[in-house]
């Protein structure tokens, strides 16, 4: 570490003078971190974008193109209305079903009685099965599934135990101290769902066990029994809830409109939400007089000066970025089937309400929900054909796929492009998310931050030789003037 002096022979401020000597030499420096700067607002610049595409793409597009969002259906009972609930799938036939429910799945139930006395009485008492595992243990089987418990315990104990473990013997109890019975029911309905170990009778008197039954419908005259009262046929969803009434229950299918044009809209909303981000960006001025302020630039200035400052120097990072021009490029060309429209059986152009707006608005969407609503209901194959058709092409230019596929294209190309310049994510919508280690930007702000360090190292050894010079200075000053003294000691 070098020694500094500092003036006290010479009378000078030497540290004001070397300070004043290296502000020069540091503008290089500042120079050079402010270029870095710029950069590094370029590279969170890209990542806040690549995050809104993400975001576009793998929730609001994914959302959009689920049959249940754009190709909903919905469904009409007649007849015996109270016999089956009913969801229609996206997948659901057109037309109608025909269901007669004969029988009801319902679960098996089995009650022993015991006396009052049997609810203090312990388990081992009672008779049940010593675990062969632990003789300090009784077990009891249901559903060829196995429960230990302590034999010191009770019956309301045993429930308990027989509740924790629902979900492995498939079954449940109810232990009733006043009356002392002990339910026991199976978690499943169908047939044979509750298999009992026989040790349950050692001591309570059992009832005549409710046997489970399967469920038995009909459907277009076709038998369906299973164990389960829901049912899927042809895209219908239902559930079987009563014995039906004659004639049954009638399924009819139809397109969801409203839920089709609420998708619909809300496309548009998020498709004209990212276009007005990235045309922001594109748009957005180069202020060419403003550079990233320095440390000691910011000591001079107040809170509200630094942001306002450093918001224009800011502005303009990603100014006619050729990646986001070409993603807004591509977006446009994709949706321009929707504009077309579809067409009548005599290839007459119709409309489906969707056009874009002046040109100010730089390829914005325009929604009329009445085209919407009347094309959907005079062709909605092929208004939501527009939307989800895939092929093997999906360039935003492909005749043969549908938007959504051709927007899942252009905006992973997109977003592989910002990986690559700034090591942006691929898949996250996290606007603070790590950035990769690998790109161009990422490489580049390394190279520059290894040149600043190269560039402190100089700067540090300079101001060190500048003291040494000074103290040197300082060194001579006082020889001499302890050489001054000494002369004058002599003539005197």
Request: no cysteine; aromatic share 6%.
């Amino acid at each position: 570490m070098t020694v500094r002096i500092t003036g006290m022979a010479s009378g000078l401020d030497v540290d004001s003078l070397v300070q004043q000597i290296m502000k020069a030499q540091r503008t290089t420096y500042d120079n050079m971190v402010k270029k870095r700067t710029k950069v590094e607002w370029q590279q969170e610049d890209y990542r806040t974008m690549a995050s809104k595409i993400v975001d576009f793409r793998n929730n609001k597009l994914a959302s959009f193109n689920l049959s249940s969002a754009i190709s909903a259906k919905t469904s009409e009972l007649s007849g015996d209305t109270n016999a089956i609930s009913i969801n229609a799938t996206a997948s659901a036939a057109a037309g109608s079903l025909n269901v007669n429910v004969q029988k009801v799945a319902t679960s098996g139930n089995q009650i022993y009685t015991y006396s009052a006395t049997d609810k203090t009485a312990s388990l081992a008492d009672l008779g049940f099965t010593t675990d062969p595992l632990n003789a300090n243990n009784v077990q009891v089987t249901i559903n060829n599934q196995t429960v230990s418990v302590d034999k010191t315990l009770h019956l309301a104990d045993l429930a308990s135990a027989i509740n924790s473990s629902a979900n492995k013997l498939k079954a449940t109890a109810l232990y009733d101290e006043a009356s002392g019975q002990f339910s026991l029911s199976a978690t499943e309905t169908g047939a044979n769902k509750l298999n009992l170990d026989a040790k349950f009778a050692n001591k309570g008197t059992a009832s005549a066990p409710v046997n489970g039954q399967d469920a038995v419908v009909t459907v277009n005259g076709i038998t369906y029994t299973q164990s389960s009262n829901k049912f899927s046929v042809n895209g219908f969803d239902f559930t079987a809830k009563n014995v039906s009434a004659s004639g049954g229950t009638t399924i009819t299918a139809k397109q969801d409109t409203d839920k089709i044009v609420d998708t619909i809209k809300s496309y548009v909303t998020e498709y004209n939400n990212l276009i007005s981000a990235i045309n922001s960006e594109l748009d957005e001025t180069v202020n060419r007089d403003y550079s990233p302020l320095s440390d000691d630039e910011k000591k001079e200035m107040s809170d509200d000066d630094i942001k306002m400052w450093q918001d224009k120097a800011r502005s303009g990072s990603l100014h006619n970025d050729s990646t986001l021009s070409m993603l807004v490029s591509e977006m446009r060309t994709a949706n321009t089937g929707l504009i077309a429209g579809i067409k009548d059986a005599n290839g007459n152009p119709i409309s489906i309400g969707i056009t874009t707006g002046s040109y100010t608005e730089k390829g914005k969407l325009v929604l009329d929900e009445s085209k919407l609503r009347e094309a959907l209901e005079s062709n909605p194959d092929e208004v939501i054909n527009l939307f989800t058709a895939k092929s093997s092409d999906t360039s935003p230019g492909s005749a043969t796929s549908g938007v959504f596929a051709k927007l899942q294209t252009s905006t992973m190309n997109a977003l592989t492009s910002m990986s690559t310049i700034a090591g942006t994510s691929l898949t996250s919508s996290d606007a603070t998310a790590a950035f990769l280690e690998n790109s161009l930007l990422s490489d580049q702000i390394r190279d520059m931050k290894s040149s600043e360090s190269s560039m402190l190292d100089r700067l540090n050894d300079m101001e060190d030789q500048y003291y040494k010079q000074f103290s040197a200075m300082e060194t001579a000053i006082n020889n001499f003037n302890s050489q001054s003294s000494s002369l004058a000691g002599l003539l005197s």
